[in-house]
């Protein structure tokens, strides 16, 4: 009984996190290919990609979502949706209560990158091609970046020019007499529709859900015909996400946590297409890089969305539960024990938790027995009575009284006068 007010302040306090969800409508919304509030068009992509990936490079994982738009879906695809434009998150946070947020769902575009299962020429041909334009940025994009304490190097190579659908990866180890063509994989990447949902609070935005819908939609040349420049700026920012550049004794256990390479390049495309874009995804007169028949995409653009309001509550749970239940069962079992084990405890108006204590003999707490409560005392209390002479009285007269003296053994006497009266 004494752990009783603990217990339920605990159990109240761990059940935070509940949420109430109300409001439910639908609203046109701004929406398109940006990144968190604050960070568009901000160099070159970079910081674009260290904030979107690093989230997950410290926590990965598989079918989960991390900060503003990033869903890796499998060790095989991940993805970067389309979010909620700054202005459109504004005017939700305008008017928006401390304890309250928003959630905002919508069916969006996203850049998806899937590992293929094989690649689509002879290993030879694309060797060939790193040795034909080595470091060529206006041809077959590659590039490479090495760590120098070991000769490790990755390269990323475009086979098609301006052809962001299909990249090349390779690392190895030259000290090895490892070449480009000794680690290949291919990554495909396309635009595909999304469901994502948003949680957006008076300070923040992150996509708390996502579902692809393994739609595949028309990228309007924004991936197939694009000069970005991908493999010449991010190689090094690929190099250090990599595995193989750990020391050997790390591989396997960061090979288990780092399954795959799609969400690097994921987000390698979506950051600098974020940053740049829409300048870029024009091209020069000379050099049109989107096909005539073909519209330019719309990287930004208006939807329809639900909007949630949610309030922080309660999160229903057992504890809680548990712990007011167990207050009547052992106020009922005290009750019980006292009355078959312990039948001449004393009972007052002020029946609580010291009489139930009043009531045990065991140790120091049988200093409690029949403490503040009447009833039939423990054990004989002697009293002595003493007779005093010449006392003077509260109406200040003189004359004679009568002194008790509690809990002693020692005899006394004394002569009572009759008729006398003593104050």
Same mark, same amino acid.
């Given at each position: 009984?004494?752990?009783?007010?603990?217990?339920?302040?605990?159990?109240?306090?761990?059940?935070?996190?509940?949420?109430?969800?109300?409001?439910h409508?639908?609203?046109?919304?701004?929406?398109?290919?940006?990144?968190?509030?604050?960070?568009q068009?901000?160099?070159?992509?970079?910081?674009?990609?260290?904030?979107?990936?690093?989230?997950?490079?410290?926590?990965?994982?598989f079918?989960?979502?991390?900060?503003?738009?990033?869903?890796?879906?499998?060790?095989?695809?991940?993805?970067m949706?389309?979010?909620?434009?700054?202005?459109?998150i504004?005017?939700?946070?305008?008017?928006?209560?401390?304890?309250?947020?928003?959630?905002?769902?919508?069916?969006?575009?996203?850049?998806?990158?899937?590992?293929?299962?094989?690649?689509?020429?002879?290993?030879?041909?694309?060797?060939?091609?790193?040795q034909?334009?080595?470091y060529?940025?206006?041809?077959?994009?590659?590039?490479?970046?090495?760590v =120098?304490?070991?000769?490790?190097?990755?390269?990323?190579?475009?086979?098609?020019?301006?052809?962001?659908?299909?990249?090349?990866?390779?690392d190895?180890?030259?000290?090895?007499?490892?070449?480009?063509?000794?680690?290949?994989?291919?990554?495909t990447?396309?635009?595909?529709?999304?469901?994502?949902?948003?949680?957006?609070?008076?300070?923040?935005?992150?996509?708390?859900?996502a579902?692809?819908?393994?739609?595949k939609?028309?990228?309007?040349?924004?991936?197939?015909?694009?000069?970005?420049?991908?493999?010449?700026?991010?190689?090094?920012?690929?190099?250090?996400?990599?595995?193989?550049?750990?020391?050997?004794?790390?591989?396997?256990?960061?090979?288990?946590?780092?399954?795959?390479?799609?969400?690097?390049l994921?987000?390698?495309?979506?950051?600098?297409?974020?940053?740049?874009?829409?300048?870029?995804?024009?091209?020069?007169?000379s050099?049109?890089?989107?096909?005539p028949?073909k519209?330019?995409?719309?990287?930004?653009?208006?939807?329809?969305?639900?909007?949630?309001?949610?309030?922080?509550?309660?999160?229903?749970?057992?504890?809680?539960?548990?712990?007011?239940?167990?207050?009547?069962?052992?106020?009922?079992?005290?009750?019980?024990?006292?009355?078959?084990?312990?039948?001449?405890?004393?009972?007052?108006?002020?029946?609580?938790?010291?009489?139930?204590?009043?009531?045990?003999?065991?140790?120091?707490?049988?200093?409690?027995q029949?403490?503040?409560?009447?009833?039939?005392?423990?054990h004989?209390?002697?009293?002595?009575?003493?007779?005093? =002479?010449n006392?003077?009285?509260?109406?200040?007269?003189?004359?004679s009284?009568i002194?008790?003296?509690?809990d002693t053994?020692?005899?006394?006497?004394?002569?009572?006068?009759?008729r006398?009266?003593?104050?």
């Amino acid at each position: 009984m004494l752990a009783i007010g603990p217990a339920l302040s605990v159990a109240y306090k761990a059940l935070g996190g509940g949420e109430t969800r109300f409001t439910h409508h639908s609203a046109d919304a701004h929406f398109g290919l940006t990144g968190p509030p604050g960070t568009q068009n901000i160099g070159y992509g970079i910081s674009q990609f260290v904030n979107a990936t690093l989230p997950w490079f410290k926590d990965p994982g598989f079918d989960r979502v991390y900060g503003f738009n990033l869903h890796v879906a499998t060790e095989n695809m991940s993805a970067m949706l389309d979010g909620p434009m700054p202005d459109y998150i504004a005017s939700l946070q305008e008017f928006m209560a401390p304890s309250q947020s928003k959630i905002v769902t919508a069916t969006v575009p996203a850049i998806v990158c899937e590992i293929a299962p094989n690649l689509d020429h002879a290993v030879a041909y694309y060797q060939n091609l790193t040795q034909v334009f080595p470091y060529d940025t206006t041809g077959p994009s590659y590039a490479d970046t090495w760590v =120098t304490t070991n000769k490790m190097h990755v390269s990323m190579l475009l086979p098609v020019e301006h052809d962001n659908t299909n990249i090349i990866t390779g690392d190895y180890n030259t000290l090895l007499n490892e070449t480009f063509g000794d680690h290949l994989e291919r990554y495909t990447l396309s635009r595909q529709n999304y469901k994502g949902s948003w949680r957006i609070t008076q300070t923040s935005v992150e996509l708390i859900a996502a579902t692809p819908s393994y739609e595949k939609i028309d990228d309007g040349c924004l991936l197939t015909n694009n000069w970005v420049a991908l493999a010449d700026l991010f190689t090094r920012m690929f190099a250090e996400f990599d595995y193989r550049f750990r020391s050997p004794g790390e591989e396997a256990e960061i090979r288990q946590k780092i399954k795959t390479d799609s969400t690097l390049l994921a987000g390698m495309l979506w950051a600098r297409l974020a940053a740049v874009a829409p300048v870029t995804k024009y091209g020069s007169a000379s050099n049109p890089l989107c096909y005539p028949d073909k519209p330019l995409p719309k990287i930004q653009y208006n939807t329809n969305v639900v909007e949630e309001t949610a309030a922080q509550t309660i999160k229903p749970g057992v504890g809680i539960l548990i712990v007011l239940l167990l207050y009547p069962v052992i106020l009922f079992g005290s009750l019980l024990f006292r009355t078959t084990w312990w039948p001449l405890s004393p009972i007052g108006e002020g029946f609580g938790l010291i009489s139930l204590l009043a009531s045990v003999e065991l140790g120091s707490l049988a200093l409690l027995q029949g403490a503040s409560f009447s009833g039939k005392l423990e054990h004989p209390v002697f009293i002595g009575f003493q007779v005093g =002479t010449n006392v003077i009285t509260t109406r200040g007269a003189s004359g004679s009284a009568i002194t008790s003296i509690l809990d002693t053994r020692q005899s006394r006497s004394g002569k009572l006068v009759r008729r006398v009266k003593y104050g």
